[in-house]
């Protein structure tokens, strides 16, 4: 379909909470879906990072999250569980902001509950980095960014900046 510009940190369409998809609304939201592939993948050929893309930073306020790392998931209405009281400190980065690294603490695993392209409720268990990029992702659903999250006053760097970073 098309490569979307994805809007960039400031911009007051990324601090909006999503509205919930209807079953009605499953088969026009593919050529959404097809989007947010394009806009990922483009994405990825220039900066070499991107593994899901949430639909209101390409300023489409519906709860959708696209994911491709092995193979496409597409989640409507995601909702996280099971939130695991261990956390984790990463360093977030974000489509949004591309060349901004953001310290943040997140759950070390959840479970999201979410329904597919054919209205199937499903879930996966998640662990880890995966846990950690579909809370990023449900986290852009509610209007939240990482910057947001950040520990501190100095939980901000430059990717350039990555091999200083501890």
Not at 120 to 139: C, P, R, T, V
């Amino acid at each position: 379909m098309a490569v979307r510009e994805i809007l960039l940190l400031g911009h007051p369409g990324l601090y909006t909470r999503c509205t919930p998809v209807r079953q009605s609304e499953v088969g026009v939201l593919q050529a959404l879906v097809q989007d947010l592939h394009d806009t990922m993948m483009d994405f990825r050929r220039r900066y070499q990072a991107g593994r899901a893309i949430a639909a209101p930073q390409i300023n489409a306020m519906k709860r959708v999250v696209y994911m491709h790392i092995d193979q496409p998931v597409v989640f409507f209405n995601p909702i996280l569980e099971d939130k695991s009281a261990e956390t984790m400190e990463i360093w977030d980065d974000c489509m949004s902001f591309p060349n901004l690294l953001v310290k943040v603490s997140r759950h070390h695993s959840c479970r999201i509950v979410y329904r597919d392209q054919t209205w199937e409720e499903q879930s996966m268990d998640l662990k880890g980095d995966l846990a950690e990029l579909l809370q990023h992702e449900i986290d852009h659903l509610d209007g939240i960014l990482a910057v947001q999250r950040a520990i501190d006053e100095k939980s901000f760097a430059l990717r350039s900046q990555r091999v200083h970073l501890a």
